[in-house]
């Protein structure tokens, strides 16, 4: 079992940047392939961006390639994902979550552990 925290979150001016951090306790963390997804009000979770456990393999939704980048330090049990060049449509709760698969995984319920949330408000 894999204990899962955000934080990073906040408020910023659209065009600016953040980075999150999802720190993870518990079971060794590379033996998961992570992911982000994010949920606003009255939208179902997306999946963002996903990573698989070798950290070869990456997913990004269109909505956010060339502006986000998720990575991972497995000595430090933290997955990150930096978002740039932040719109007013990026306001979300975002989630960090780890699946036992091996390969990513764009499907909420494929993923085995969830962290509590961060929420990014982008301001126009």
């Known amino acids: 079992q894999v204990h899962l925290v955000e934080s990073g979150g906040g408020l910023v001016q659209a065009g600016g940047s953040l980075r999150l951090s999802c720190a993870a306790s518990?079971?060794?963390?590379?033996?998961?392939?992570m992911g982000w997804f994010r949920q606003a009000p009255g939208k179902e979770r997306e999946a963002v961006t996903t990573m698989a456990r070798s950290g070869n393999n990456r997913y990004y939704a269109d909505s956010v390639k060339g502006r986000f980048t998720i990575s991972r330090d497995n000595a430090k049990n933290t997955l990150y994902l930096q978002m740039n060049s932040l719109k007013p449509e990026d306001t979300a709760v975002y989630y960090c979550a780890a699946s036992r698969l091996t390969g990513i995984t764009t499907m909420a319920h494929e993923y085995d552990y969830w962290g509590q949330g961060t929420q990014v408000t982008v301001s126009s």
């Open positions: 518990g079971r060794s963390f590379s033996v998961y392939s």
